[in-house]
């Protein structure tokens, strides 16, 4: 799986960048071949103030899929959305995506010294 990724900066006008955002959002629900779509809300980082107030990710079969959504009509008309937002205001990236279930790894057994061999 292949996602799309918009990292959006804390704006100096909250206003403005909602009107903005809803809009765009608006002609992202247009982009064929989404899997899945997530719309995050970023409340905090443990480093102090997170570099990221919003961040949308867009979910895609394959990176030919990923590709030729973003290419399409709907896709370029959502691009051309982002130039109502202020230059440096986001980051975009592109990831693969590998998802396994559950959310810890199996207790492996006790743990030998690097230096001793395993018996």
């Not at 704006?11 to 982009?31: G, K, W």
């Not at 480093?47 to 867009?58: D, K, N, T, V």
């Amino acid at each position: 799986m292949f996602k799309f990724m918009i990292c959006f900066r804390p704006p100096a006008d909250l206003t403005r960048f909602e009107n903005a955002y809803n809009d765009f959002l608006a002609l992202v629900e247009r982009i064929p071949e989404i899997q899945r779509r997530q719309v995050i809300h970023v409340t905090g980082s443990p480093q102090g103030s997170p570099p990221y107030g919003r961040i949308l990710e867009l979910y895609f079969a394959s990176q030919a899929a990923m590709q030729q959504a973003l290419l399409s009509g709907p896709g370029q008309e959502a691009g051309g959305e982002l130039r109502r937002f202020a230059t440096g205001s986001y980051d975009i990236m592109f990831a693969e995506v590998y998802e396994e279930p559950g959310g810890h790894t199996p207790a492996a057994g006790p743990a030998t010294p690097l230096n001793q061999p395993a018996k």
